[in-house]
């Protein structure tokens, strides 16, 4: 989805109006020690230990997407000292397979709240979601001059007979949840502009090819070992065209910098003012490799934080906002840029502290 519209458009003017995040909540699994447990989920653990992950957070089980949802919204209200019937607009975003067919994650996150007839949006637009979600929140609030106070949700919960959590990216996949209340008016952590846009060649890349109506059931004796990982995946999508291979290894962090570079130019920004740089909880490797061409160092991105949470889908930009934030690594006046990838999807939000 491009946001390159007359409403996209209003982006800066929307952020000076003052939409910012007055609070934030988050959930976790319960935290997994990688180096003792990857031999559980991989053939190769010492593959895995290389990542330099250190620790991952694993639901237990019974406990859902929807658990870990409720539990990081009512922390962000109850630090914004709301209760849920104050909201206009409830946002959810998952990433991971969703908990039943013929379902809506928002409205079962507004019933465990006890909330009705408030407006509520599920997406499902991948590890970018956390991003690009914020355009939503922020296009809804200046479009609704009477709504003044939204939540946001972003919610991974590894389905573990769907996924391997050590073999999918090289990431160890985590399962957590962060929610932000985002309220007209507020100067603080302030919302300025989000830009996105989709590369529909890509969006094969991490399918899951059962579960869905094309095929509904997996084949036989089929375990999450039996997945593919994405560079199996991309392998094989390319495997008759190395020149596109090698165009997607290329243009994957090119385009990061350029969706920043857009969301700066509807900011009124440039990419030199930025001082912080939040990315996937991907290997520092990667992190770098974004931050590196804006000329920011290590340090003022989530490579340390990530090594200690790992990949939490599309929560990983929020929940390092906040904790950076918290942790007094961010300061009152700093721009960050959170950015990140979807399957053919890149996406960067920015925000001024």
Known sequence: ???????????????????????????????????????????????????????????????????????????????????????????????????????????????ELKIERTQTLWLNEGCGAGVGGLFYVASTLALRPEADTALFVVVNRVSEFHRNRMNVINTVLSDAAVAVVVRRGHDGVRWLASEQFTDPEYSDLL????????????????????????????????????????????????????????????????????????YLNDVPSSVAAVATPLGIPAERTNAALALDHGHMGGADQLISLGLQIERGELAPGDLVALCGISTGRWAATLIRV
């Open 207 to 278: 399918r899951l090819d059962f579960g869905g109506a094309v095929q509904p059931l997996p084949p036989i004796g089929w375990t999450a070992a039996d997945a593919p990982s994405a560079y199996d995946q991309v392998r094989e999508q390319f495997s008759g065209d190395p020149a596109k291979l090698r165009k997607f290894i290329g243009e994957r962090y090119v385009r990061l910098v350029e969706v920043i570079d857009a969301a700066a130019a509807r900011a009124g920004v440039d990419r030199g003012d930025l001082d912080h740089v939040i």
């Open 1 to 111: 989805m491009s946001v390159d519209t007359d409403t996209a458009a209003t982006g800066a003017t929307t952020g000076a109006a003052g939409i910012g995040i007055a609070s934030f909540g988050y959930a976790f699994g319960e935290d997994q020690d990688v180096a003792t447990v990857a031999a559980d989920y991989v053939d190769d653990p010492e593959r895995v230990v290389k990542w330099g992950y250190r620790t991952f957070h694993r639901a237990a089980a019974g406990v859902t997407g929807t658990d870990l949802a409720r539990e990081a919204a009512q922390q962000a209200l109850d630090r914004a000292g709301l209760t849920a019937d104050a909201l206009d607009l409830v946002i959810v975003a998952t990433t991971d397979m969703p908990e039943y067919s013929y379902w809506d994650a928002a409205s079962a996150l507004a019933r």
